[in-house]
């Protein structure tokens, strides 16, 4: 069972404040969970988005959110990780506008669907809203090539799972056997 809580956030081993998450049965200090580093993932409750400020390109297009940190702000991205934090307000939209949205056009990789990971490229991000659960789709790296059948994309849950990765030295990367 999960319930809201407070999460403490840690970047790059040095504690920076504590934001809203999820405690679990299995957080064994039963107050809270304790991030290891900035690519850790940020775990909401649908309820416990309530307090989180959508922040928007100046074109409409949302890039995260800003929340309580303490006293101050964090910064968390469209895939429910941390971005920057704690911090004041206006340095949080900054972290936020810096960070941008180009990264999602990026190679990833997808485990636990083959033997080795898969090279996915991201097709969708819906956050969760209003009671909704919310998804990520992927789908195969075709390297744009449109004369290439459709590949069945995999929809994952969000905020972005442990097995949805940034790519790694030794990861297929489509170009050597």
Same mark, same amino acid.
């Given at each position: 069972?999960?319930?809201?809580?407070?999460?403490?956030?840690?970047?790059?081993?040095?504690?920076?404040?504590?934001?809203?998450?999820?405690?679990?049965?299995?957080?064994?200090?039963?107050?809270? &969970?304790?991030? *290891?580093?900035? @690519?850790?993932?940020? +775990?909401?409750?649908? =309820?416990?988005?309530? $307090?989180?400020?959508?922040?928007?390109?100046?074109?409409?297009?949302?890039?995260?959110?800003?929340?309580?940190?303490?006293?101050?702000?964090?910064a968390v991205d469209i895939l429910g990780r941390p971005v920057a934090?704690?911090?004041?307000?206006?340095?949080?939209?900054?972290?936020?506008?810096e960070h941008g949205l180009a990264w999602l056009a990026d190679p990833?990789? &997808?485990?636990? *669907?083959?033997? @080795?990971?898969?090279? +996915?490229?991201?097709? =969708?991000?819906?956050? $969760?809203?209003?009671?909704?659960?919310?998804?990520?789709?992927?789908?195969?790296?075709?390297?744009?090539?449109?004369?290439?059948?459709?590949?069945?994309?995999?929809?994952?849950?969000?905020?972005?799972?442990?097995?949805?990765?940034?790519?790694?030295?030794?990861?297929?990367?489509?170009?050597?056997?």
């Amino acid at each position: 069972m999960a319930s809201s809580c407070w999460v403490r956030l840690s970047v790059d081993n040095a504690d920076v404040g504590h934001i809203p998450g999820v405690l679990t049965d299995n957080c064994p200090s039963r107050r809270h &969970l304790f991030l *290891e580093s900035a @690519r850790s993932t940020i +775990v909401p409750t649908i =309820e416990g988005m309530h $307090d989180w400020t959508p922040h928007r390109r100046d074109d409409g297009e949302l890039l995260g959110w800003i929340l309580p940190a303490n006293e101050d702000w964090a910064a968390v991205d469209i895939l429910g990780r941390p971005v920057a934090g704690p911090m004041d307000w206006l340095d949080a939209e900054v972290a936020l506008e810096e960070h941008g949205l180009a990264w999602l056009a990026d190679p990833w990789m &997808l485990e636990g *669907e083959a033997e @080795r990971p898969i090279r +996915v490229r991201v097709v =969708e991000v819906t956050p $969760d809203r209003d009671g909704v659960a919310g998804h990520i789709v992927v789908k195969v790296d075709d390297y744009g090539d449109v004369s290439r059948p459709a590949s069945e994309p995999w929809i994952l849950p969000w905020p972005i799972p442990e097995r949805l990765r940034a790519p790694r030295e030794g990861d297929p990367d489509g170009f050597t056997l």
